[in-house]
């Protein structure tokens, strides 16, 4: 069975500074995609960034990129000029490539200050 | 584009009750998927819904239930409540359901058993 872990249930950065949120997987699929949603007060859970396994790129998307290490199973978020919006609880999410059902991790939770 | 609704977003039932929440997809997703939140497990798969059929199910008791109309807006029906299903269940959409799509997260329904 596929596992997520985030190894990091709180961080904190101080605004404008950068923060790398870390996550690490079990699988034994070679192809599969990876997830990275926030979920801030508001309860709603919104999609940050997503990267396809079998691309060797990191993804990137404005302030926030990945650090997809396969061989490793690791999967780190990078965010970058952090804002007091980026607060809100980050979970690392994984698919296997014929479905849609997503394995979560435990989350971290992200503190901005001013 | 409307995003996903849910309804109710707050409910309150007691032991041995049974619940229905209703989950409207974006317009033109044809997949649902249903999320059970809680502090303890997180966040859990319970079942996904593609073109009114169940594709795949999570490992919960056969008192959690659901189905999908022909419009792809889906219900997911809770008997004989227990304490412990006190939880944000959580709807999500996608266009398809194959090839690990992007899923688009509703707001929740907030259950609480007592």
């Known amino acids: 069975a596929q596992t997520v872990t985030q190894s990091q249930p709180e961080m904190s950065v101080q605004e404008a500074e950068t923060v790398t949120l870390s996550c690490t997987y079990d699988t034994s699929e070679s192809d599969y995609y990876l997830f990275w949603y926030k979920q801030p007060p508001s309860r709603q859970m919104i999609l940050v960034i997503r990267?396809?396994?079998?691309?060797?790129q990191n993804a990137t998307e404005n302030r926030f990129s990945v650090n997809f290490q396969k061989a490793a199973k690791s999967f780190s978020l990078k965010i970058s000029d952090s804002q007091l919006g980026d607060a809100a609880m980050y979970f690392c999410?994984?698919?296997?490539?014929?479905?849609?059902?997503?394995?979560f991790g435990e989350g971290t939770q992200l503190t901005v200050n001013p | 584009k409307a995003g996903v609704t849910q309804t109710p977003r707050y409910l309150i039932k007691t032991r041995g009750q049974q619940v229905t929440l209703s989950c409207s997809p974006i317009?033109?997703?044809?997949?649902v998927s249903w999320y059970q939140q809680t502090p303890g497990q997180g966040l859990q798969f319970l079942f996904e819904?593609?073109?009114?059929?169940?594709?795949n199910k999570g490992n919960f008791p056969g008192r959690f239930s659901g189905r999908q109309f022909s419009n792809s807006r889906s219900e997911m029906n809770v008997s004989t409540l227990e304490l412990g299903d006190s939880a944000l269940y959580l709807c999500a959409s996608s266009l398809t359901s194959g090839g690990a799509p992007t899923q688009y997260f509703g707001p929740g329904t907030r259950l609480t058993v007592l």
């Open positions: 990267q396809e396994a079998y691309k060797q």
């Open positions: 999410a994984y698919s296997w490539t014929s479905g849609s059902r997503l394995t």
């Open positions: 317009s033109g997703h044809r997949s």
């Open positions: 819904y593609f073109s009114e059929t169940q594709r």
